[in-house]
């Protein structure tokens, strides 16, 4: 049953304040140094296994805490294992504890246990007492004496001792010899506390009577239940040889170094014989010694030079004990002991192993964080196997000595994966031989990844241009963050986190794709309405918890052509249904006659609601009653006159300009200006009161006019055509037609043409001129009807072109004032184009008294 022994100190305490703090200090260490190392004692051969003792309780763990503080070994040789339920420790093989230790008295295995969250190492040692499993073994089956006859009784000769690999009192042998009255056995001490056997001889032996002997060697060892081992002695009855070897002193030394090359000579025994002949000559021989000192050394039996035979190791055995026998011609025997020690060398390196590497290591690890542990060991002593330990390479890292020859690496500053996310190092131990040795082992320290990092957006402020008018959906720009972090913790998603591109409640203009961070249109958008806004987007990463970071989109909404010029002056006419309830009329514009060229008549404004060259407008004039008398200016819209005002020019006049944008395509809009040719505004008065309410008004009074004007001339048609019917009818029974008489040769009246005095009051669009015969003459009665009374005017008057006015009070009664055109509604009217002029001839006997009064015209154009 596995044994644990601890040291523990018990508080002590003494008179002085001084004392007694220096004890607490010592107390406290030691039982540091104690909670650290546990021991335990376990026999050899123990079968696999075996318990060797709670490793987990003697550590203080529980068996809920197991699991997650993982308790493992960090032996190279895996003798021991731990049950991850129990944390009992057992055995993982079988133990010899002489394969183990060879001939060490003391026998024991160390190892570390490691437990963590948080990573701490225990030295954990483990004692293998030794059991009885060796009986004692003879070098040699048989040992052959040679004895005299002439030897007196009391000779003794030594005998060869047996070896038990087995430690303590079991390796303690005793010996016993076969009775014989001729001899006995006896023990002689040597120097290093073991019992050389020899073979006493008791009486003098008569070859002639007892030629040989043959005795049985029996070695006992002090184990419970005992083992033994024989050999059988055969002693054989010579001669007389009286002087046996004699050796020059009984233990043989020497020192030798480690490195020693093969053959060297280590040390030479010798003995001399003072016999002569053959029974002089000596020769040197091993005697009873262990199989590795006949593999490491060889002896010259004639000059008794001990060499070495293999090289010689001081990790592996440092000293060497072992008997030289020296045995002359006779038979004669003598033995000495032989020490060799071997002196350590500076030839083995420190030999680094990793017990533990805790990679890879969170990036916001705490200063001190222990990453990995190690185990240095140089197999030389003194200051060749003393070892210092460094760390060579750029790293947070350092390196801390600990107990029993293991170090920790653990952190010295902070760790940053973005900057480095794996250390590379090399652990360098040195001994402190002469020359020093040293050896090195890379550690790789992977670090992982902390959300410790916001995402980055490429710019703070984003700009972006988009056409208005565009179509829902379409692509405006494409943000985008980087996260130096890694795996889910760099993985960018974006969100839209205010700005001026909507208000609560309402659709926002825009949207924002979580993966790509690409910005679309919600709608359509307008110039006119807005023409940028900003929006506020925001990357968030997937750590937790999240990091997020925002940026400014500034969107500029782009100008296109979709607006035309709007007219703000003149303004355009009211509709008839405004006209009707009083609104006023479209504007004019009063122009004196003696106004020159280069005079201003009016200035169109208008505004386009695009912008740029889109809003940059132009001016020009499209048509006019005098194409010739005004012009527009290209980019002023002022109206001018190009040249000066005459008399002949009418005094109305209507003028109609196109504005138009700059854009692709151009948009357009149209402004009618009307203008009246008068010297003041009272003069203006009359020509403005039948002014039409406006262009739409103009043209539906023109259409209507010109249908009724179409049916009245069709049923006038009718009536004439019916009244000809009719007097056709008539004359055809009263005699000839009076119609005949009007194509005499006489074809004008001698008084005259007589007109009526004034046929142009009413609402028709034209007039009716009558040519009658002079009242002087007599009409018969059935000819023509009496005449109506008008008033005679002369040719002179006639062909003048009288007008329909008034006679002014500065004139004659019997002249008019000139002929000046007539507005009424949008259609112009002189007397000099009077529509349907019509004749009636009321002579008798000549046609040749008719003419025509004037010609008929009608100017809807104008």
């Known amino acids: 049953m596995a044994v644990r022994r601890r040291q ?68 190279e040789k895996q003798y021991f294992t731990v049950n991850e339920e129990n944390g009992n420790l057992y055995v993982n093989e079988r133990l010899d ?36 499993d060796n009986s004692p073994v003879f070098s040699r089956a048989a040992l052959d004496l040679e004895i005299g006859e002439w030897i007196p009784p009391g000779a003794r000769f030594p005998l060869e001792m047996a070896r038990d690999a087995d430690a303590g009192s079991n390796s303690m042998l005793t010996y016993r010899l076969t009775s014989n009255p001729s001899f006995s056995l006896s023990m002689q001490e040597k120097p290093g506390g073991s019992k050389l056997p020899e073979l006493v001889l008791e009486r003098v032996l008569d070859r002639e009577k007892q030629s040989s002997f043959e005795l049985v060697l029996m070695a006992s060892d002090g184990g419970d239940p005992s083992r033994s081992g024989t050999v059988q002695v055969r002693i054989n009855v010579t001669d007389a040889n009286d002087n046996p070897p004699v050796f020059s002193k009984s233990l043989f030394d020497a020192r030798v170094a480690e490195n020693l090359p093969l053959g060297s000579v280590v040390l030479r025994v010798r003995a001399t014989d003072a016999d002569a002949g053959s029974n002089g000559r000596v020769s040197y021989s091993f005697g009873s010694v262990a199989d590795s000192v006949r593999t490491m050394f060889t002896i010259d039996s004639e000059s008794g030079e001990v060499r070495t035979v293999r090289a010689l190791d001081f990790e592996g055995q440092s000293k060497y004990i072992f008997g030289v026998e020296a045995r002359d011609g006779g038979g004669l025997t003598s033995h000495c002991e032989v020490q060799i020690d071997i002196t350590d060398e500076n030839d083995n390196p ?50 801390v000595a600990s107990s029993g020859g293991s170090y920790k690496v653990v952190t010295s500053g902070a760790l940053d994966r ?86 609560a409640g309402a659709a926002p203009l825009v949207s924002v794709e979580a993966r790509s961070g690409a910005l679309y249109a919600q709608r359509s958008l307008d110039y006119e309405q807005c023409r940028e806004f900003t929006v506020a987007v925001r990357a968030q990463d997937g750590g937790s918890p999240a990091r997020s970071s925002t940026a400014t989109v500034r969107v500029f909404v782009l100008d296109r052509n979709d607006n035309a010029p709007r007219v703000l002056w003149p303004a355009a006419a009211a509709g008839p249904g405004e006209a009707a309830g009083g609104a006023a009329a479209a504007p004019f514009e009063v122009v004196p006659r003696s ?31 005098e194409p010739a008398l005004f012009r527009v200016g290209l980019h002023s819209g002022e109206v001018r006159t190009a040249r000066a005002v005459g008399e002949r020019d009418a005094a109305k006049q209507r003028l109609v300009a196109v504005v138009k944008d700059h854009g692709q395509p151009a948009l357009s809009a149209t402004a009618t200006l009307h203008v009246v040719l008068a010297e003041s505004l009272q003069e203006a008065l009359p020509e403005l009161s039948e002014r039409p309410a406006g262009a739409e008004a103009a043209a539906a009074a023109a259409e209507l006019q010109f249908y ?18 009719a007097v056709l009818a008539r004359l055809r029974r009263a005699g000839p037609p009076a119609v005949l008489r009007c194509l005499g040769a006489q074809r004008f009246s001698l008084a005259g043409a007589a007109f009526p005095a004034d046929f142009c009051e009413g609402t028709l669009p034209y007039s009716y001129n009558l040519c009658v015969p002079p009242p002087a003459r007599a009409v018969p009665e059935a000819a023509w009807p009496p005449p109506p009374p008008v008033p005679i005017l002369s040719a002179e008057e006639l062909l003048g072109g009288d007008s329909c006015d008034k006679p002014s009070p500065g004139r004659s009664s019997e002249r008019y004032r000139q002929p000046r055109p007539l507005w009424i509604g949008s259609i112009a009217r002189s007397p000099d184009s009077w529509f349907g002029s019509s004749e009636i001839c009321g002579r008798p006997h000549s046609a040749d008294n008719c003419r025509r009064g004037g010609e008929g015209g009608y100017d809807r154009g104008r």
């Open 8 to 75: 523990r100190l018990g508080p002590g305490g003494g008179r002085a304040l001084l004392a007694a703090l220096l004890l607490l200090l010592l107390l406290c260490v030691w039982c540091r140094a104690a909670a650290e190392r546990v021991r335990y004692a376990i026999a050899e051969e123990l079968g696999r296994g075996s318990l060797v003792g709670p490793l987990a309780r003697d550590l203080g763990l529980s068996a809920d805490e197991l699991p997650a503080r993982k308790l493992r070994l960090s032996e």
């Open 97 to 132: 504890r002489e394969e183990m230790c060879g001939e060490s008295a003391i026998c024991s295995v160390s190892f570390e246990a490691l437990v963590h969250n948080p990573l701490n190492v225990f030295h954990v040692e483990v004692a293998i007492d030794d059991v009885n």
């Open 350 to 399: 420190p030999e680094i192993t990793i017990l533990s590497l805790s990679s890879p290591v969170p990036e916001d690890a705490l200063d001190g964080t222990v990453v990995a542990v190690l185990k240095v060991r140089d197999a030389d002593s003194g200051e060749n196997g003393q070892v210092s330990c460094e760390l060579s390479g750029e790293a947070p890292l350092s390196i």
């Open 418 to 503: 973005e900057q480095a996310s794996e250390h590379r190092v090399s652990v360098v131990a040195r001994d402190r031989g002469r020359p020093a040795l040293r050896s090195s082992r890379e550690l790789v320290l992977e670090v992982s990844d902390v959300n410790d990092n916001a995402p980055v957006f490429e710019e703070a402020a984003y700009s972006a241009y988009v056409a208005e008018n565009n179509a829902a959906g379409a692509l405006v720009l494409r943000v985008q963050a980087r996260d130096a972090d890694a795996g889910a913790n760099g993985r960018v998603s974006y969100w839209l986190a205010g700005g001026s591109a909507g208000a």
């Open 595 to 625: 106004a020159e060229a280069g005079y201003l008549v009016a200035k169109v404004v208008a505004v386009d609601a695009d912008a740029g060259r889109n809003a940059w407008l132009s001016y020009e004039l499209v048509q006019a009653s």
């Open 708 to 725: 009724l004007v179409l049916a009245l001339a069709l049923l006038s048609a009718l009536l004439v055509l019916s009244v000809a019917l």
